[in-house]
């Protein structure tokens, strides 16, 4: 049973960080994609950072390009985003996401749609 939990979010300042994480299980890592998603109210799920089945092969949305950076422990099965010099255009619910299929990281990003896992989201809320 494939599961992915996130955790990490909370309220913080503008130029503030915070790291999230997503425990994921009942899947390997290596040949998959997995992914950062968010949903503001209002607006339509957007790809945030997503990383292919190769180690190199990552993606930003330019709206976080240099300021977000996603990681992952295949040892812990874990992955990571870490969230730096955050805006409150960067309050939404953060979702975790993963395509057990061979997909490189912009494509799942652009598409949310070909995921085929979701995490059930944390918040993220900056605001002063």
């Known amino acids: 049973q494939v599961q992915l939990v996130e955790s990490g979010g909370g309220l913080v300042q503008p130029g503030r960080s915070l790291r999230l994480s997503c425990a994921y299980s009942?899947?390997?890592?290596?040949?998959?994609?997995i992914g950062w998603f968010r949903q503001a109210p209002g607006k339509e799920r957007e790809g945030v950072s997503c990383a292919g089945p190769v180690a190199s092969n990552t993606y930003y949305a330019d709206s976080v390009l240099g300021r977000f950076t996603i990681s992952r422990d295949s040892a812990k099965n874990m992955v990571y985003l870490q969230m730096n010099s955050l805006h409150p255009e960067d309050t939404a619910v953060y979702y975790c996401?993963?395509?057990?299929?061979?997909?490189?990281?912009?494509?799942?990003?652009?598409?949310?749609?070909?995921?085929?896992?979701w995490g059930q989201g944390t918040q993220v809320t900056v605001s002063a």
């Open positions: 009942g899947f390997n890592l290596e040949g998959s994609a």
């Open positions: 996401a993963a395509a057990t299929r061979f997909y490189t990281a912009r494509s799942i990003c652009m598409a949310p749609t070909l995921a085929d896992y």
